[in-house]
């Protein structure tokens, strides 16, 4: 499990620790920086996935995501006893990005690449961000003693008892060490993270248009994992019933919409469809009558309830389109999964908020902006999870 998400120099996010539980919660009012800290996580993912560059490129550049205020914020500016203002800058421009787990924890640092030297041809490609360095460290908390892999920009080390095996002295500076070729034998801490950062599931967008694909029958095959835009619902929710937890999937149904029955038929040509049976009603609605917060509630269900449960879900703002009336219920579902994976949920809904909050093992955050800056209600020095960047020079 994460214990702590580490995030430096991104966005509104100068310096954010956040502590991590079963179940999280993220709250805050519009632009206290929950979708940076959500952006901040995915782009932690994409590590694994080979896509962190790409990522930072369709947000308009490494630059644009620094943080855009000074480099540090004095207990004057604070008070507001000196207006804020910038000064020359004393560090290397850094984004960072970390997480601490209970086995092993990871940090990357990436930053602009330098001016080509005297008499260098410049490359179309300056403005791409390079990895400066990236680190596997045991347990959840850095010390130099700990350190297992260490990649410093082309050369990737690994510790072999008292000393370093070099792995790869030719890395490329857009690649991350889980893009390289891994030796099971000789890294097995790079495997083993890049599989558990590729298992975390992100699901923030679900189409209930009148065109939307899970409205419409669809070829099934076994799904164990709902697509991140639900275009496979049927075929998902079919699956549960075979090899998942029907039990589980007819409480879901029947505490959102009681006297409801869900059921999934298979048409002569394989495809895949959805009938609510209603109480009341004299025949199931298909997928295409359902109203937008239904057919959104069957969405997370399909997803919450999946037979293959990631190290790590991510929600974010579930709520969208669903009555209050079916948030409880929501609720439900989302402690009910979190016994089975971490989830993390960012959310504007009172309501659903408060139903999460009551499970006991919930982590309730609040963020709110401090002179641009994000930062945890109430988080003073000595509340944040203890964390150490690796050598914040390279």
């Known amino acids: 499990m994460i214990r702590t998400l580490a995030i430096g120099n991104y966005r509104s996010l100068l310096d954010l620790k956040v502590p991590f539980g079963r179940l999280n919660v993220i709250t805050g ?12 996580l995915r782009l932690l993912s994409e590590t694994a996935q ?12 490494l630059e644009s995501t620094f943080w855009a205020g000074p480099e540090t914020i004095s207990r004057k500016m604070r008070d ?5 203002q910038g000064g020359p800058k004393q560090k290397v421009t850094r984004l960072r990005l ?6 092993f924890s990871y940090s990357i640092s990436l930053g602009l690449p330098p001016p080509p030297g005297p008499g260098a041809e410049p490359s179309a490609f300056s403005l791409d961000p390079e990895i400066k360095r990236e680190c596997i460290w045991a347990g959840d908390y850095y010390r130099p003693a700990s350190l297992l892999i260490d990649r410093s920009g082309p050369v990737i080390k690994a510790r072999e008892g008292r000393s370093w095996d070099v792995i790869d002295q030719h890395a490329q500076s857009f690649e991350s060490i889980f893009s390289q070729p891994a030796d099971p034998e000789g890294a097995p801490e790079i495997v083993a993270l890049r599989e558990e950062i590729r298992g975390w599931r992100f699901y923030d967008h679900f189409r209930s248009d009148f065109e939307a694909p899970a409205r419409l029958p669809q070829l099934g ?70 109203s937008d917060g239904t057919l959104r509630y069957l969405l997370w269900v399909a997803a919450l309830l999946t037979p293959r449960p990631p190290p790590l879900m991510v929600l974010n703002e579930p709520e969208t389109s669903l009555h209050p009336d079916l948030l409880p219920a929501l609720a439900r579902l989302i402690i009910r999964a979190s016994q089975n994976t971490q989830v993390w ?9 408060a139903s999460l909050e009551s499970d006991e093992n919930c982590t309730s955050l609040r963020l709110e902006k401090e002179l641009g800056q994000s930062c945890i209600v109430d988080q003073g020095l000595l509340d944040e999870p203890a964390w150490i960047w690796p050598d914040q020079s390279k």
């Open 221 to 290: 095959t076994r799904t164990p994992v709902l697509h991140h835009d639900g275009r496979d619902l049927a075929a998902a929710l079919q699956t549960i019933i075979e090899i998942g937890d029907v039990d589980a999937l007819d409480a879901a149904i029947s505490d959102a919409f009681p006297g409801a029955v869900l059921s999934i038929t298979v048409q002569d040509d394989g495809r895949f469809a959805i009938n609510l049976h209603q109480e009341g009603l004299l025949r199931p609605l298909s997928g295409s009558e359902l």
């Open 345 to 353: 949920v960012v959310s504007h809904a009172s309501r659903l908020i």
């Open 98 to 103: 970390g997480f601490a787990g209970d086995d």
């Open 29 to 40: 009012e519009n632009a206290s920086g929950k979708s940076n800290l959500y952006k901040a």
């Open 50 to 61: 080979g896509g962190v560059i790409n990522s930072l490129a369709r947000e308009g550049g």
């Open 80 to 84: 507001g006893s000196v207006p804020v």
